[in-house]
Every structure is written in structure tokens, then in C-alpha cells.
């Protein structure tokens, strides 16, 4: 294009030495026309460029998608072959599991039912035994309570007789040093008196000083009606030699007992069916009878006093 422009010039130039003035203006008009076409031609030519950059431009991105594009089919394609031949797979399974699905089902059939009755049986089961362990529970509960109410009575009674062998050994305190003691053992009150405060030698008649020790004792007692009585009458090993109406040692301690019995019952609040006498004889010593001191101790009384277990018995029969 340049190259044309740059030949009309030369032709224009040429012209101009050689033809007219008329002429030479048409050359002028022809080349101003010239050169404006030029300008437009250029200018169409760049933007004829910019456009084709651009086209290629896109073009360029035209082909990235077109090859993402078949790559993305590609893949697609695979997986379609893959789920296609997943699903003739399924479909053969299917058919297959169709044929022999009548088969099968008869079978499962009859089993489900087996397995059905064994589960309502063992529901059966599991309810009767459920329904067992909830009265067990509730039997457990109530046997708790009432070994709640056994350990509170015990308790008491255990309070109750530590306050009785307080208020005894009060009562008693003039005759301690005097063969009397007073314990606590096992729940029990022990009172024994030997027989040097109570009694002469072979005699079951109370003496003086021992009246007044058990009338002290029957004041505590008519106090504590819900105490069983227990007195024991005892003596050493050396035979009883008197005469008349006893027969020996064991009728001597039974005697003596019984005699104390009578002397608690001249306290007006003491019942006579909370008291029991008991003759022991020499077969119950608390101390050597090869010594003077020995059968000392062995003559003696002891009153038990222990609680009524009424309640506790009833609780111990509910349990």
C-alpha cells in the first residue's frame, strides 16, 4: 500500500513539470484523495489488526475450551461406560434375583414365621420376667425399709439399755464395793449380787441390806415395763448339808431366785410376766471354786435384764 502511494507521488511530481495547470490541480485533487483514502485504509488496517488480535484472542480461548470441553466429555464418556455397565450388572442381578425370588421368599417365608414366633415367645418371656423383677425390686425395697426400721429399733434398744444400766448403777451406787456389780454385755444388762449382800449361809430369806438393794433395783425396773427379767440364783460347789424342805444346791438357787421374784413384785408397777426365775445351782461359776474368794463369787444373783424383741421379731419374721 505504501509502496502504491509513494509511486502515485513520483507520477504526481512528474507530472507536474510536464503538464498543465489544469492538469497539475486535478494530479493535487487526486492526491489529497489519495492520501485521505490512505489514512482510512490505514486506519481501517489497524483496526482490521486490533480486531484480528482479538479474534485470535478468543480463538485461542475458543480452543482451551474446546479441549476442556472434550477432556470434561471424555471423562463423562467414561463414566457413562462404567455406569452402563454397572447398570447391565444390576440389571443381570436383578433378573437373576427376580427368577429365583419366588423361591427364596417361600423359604424366608416360613423361617421368618419360626423366627417370628420365637421372638413373641421370648417377648412373653422377657414380660414375665421384667413383671418378676419389679416385685423383686419393690420386695428388695420394702425389706430395705424394714431393715432401715430393725437397725433403728436395735438402736434404741441398744440406747435404751445403756440408759437402763445408767439409771441402775445409780440406783445401785450405796451397795458397789459390796458384791454387787453392774455391766452391759451383748445388749443385756448384768446385775449380780453376791450372796454375802443378800442371803445368810443355806438361808434364801433376804437379808436387811439386801432388801433394800433389790427395792432399789424394782424402782428402776417399775420404771421399764418393756423389760424382760431374767433372775438366776447360783452357788459354789460344796453340797448343801441342811435339812428340811431343800434337796440341794440347785433347790437352794431356785429358792433364792424365787425369792428375789417376790420381793421385785412388792413394787406395785412391775408385771409378774416380765420376770422368770431360774435355779443354776454350782454349774455356772464365774470363778475358780479351788479358793475361798472363788466360791465367793459363785454365790451369787444375777438378774438379766433384756429387751423385749416383740417388734424386732416381727420385723425379722417380714424380712
Known sequence: MIKRIA??????????????????K???????????????????YNALKRTSEADKLAMDQLNDAYEKTRTERDELKSKYEALSSNYENLK???????????????????RNRELLAQLEEKERTLAAERNRLEKLQRDLESRSKRVDELEGLIAAKDA????LKS?????????????????????????????????????WAV?????????????????????AVLIEGHTDNVPYTGNGQLKGNWDLSTKRATAIVNLLLENQQIE????TAAGRGEHSPVASNETSAG?????????????????????LNDI
Not at 435404751?160 to 440408759?163: D, H, R, S
Not at 440406783?171 to 443385756?188: M, P
Open 26 to 44: 486535478e494530479l493535487e485533487g487526486k492526491y489529497a484523495r489519495l492520501k485521505r483514502d490512505n489514512r482510512k485504509l490505514k486506519d481501517t
Open 92 to 110: 443381570n442381578s436383578y433378573d437373576a434375583l427376580g427368577k429365583n425370588s419366588a423361591e427364596a421368599i417361600n423359604a424366608n417365608s416360613k
Open 295 to 315: 466360791k465367793a463369787k459363785n454365790r451369787r444373783i444375777e438378774v438379766i435384764l433384756t429387751p423385749k424383741l416383740d417388734e424386732i421379731t416381727k420385723l
Open 160 to 163: 435404751k439399755m445403756q440408759a
Open 272 to 275: 409378774a410376766e416380765n420376770l
Open 7 to 24: 509511486i502515485l507521488i513520483f507520477i504526481a511530481a512528474f507530472a507536474t513539470s510536464c503538464v498543465s495547470s489544469k492538469v497539475h
Open 167 to 203: 439409771a441402775i448403777s445409780k440406783a445401785l451406787r450405796n451397795f458397789e464395793g459390796k458384791g454387787l456389780t453392774v455391766e452391759e454385755r451383748n445388749g443385756k444388762v448384768y446385775i449380780s449380787m453376791e450372796n454375802k449382800l443378800l442371803f445368810d449361809s443355806g438361808s
Open 207 to 227: 437379808g436387811t441390806q439386801g432388801r433394800q438393794a433389790v427395792k432399789q433395783l424394782a424402782s428402776v425396773l417399775g420404771e421399764n415395763l418393756d423389760i
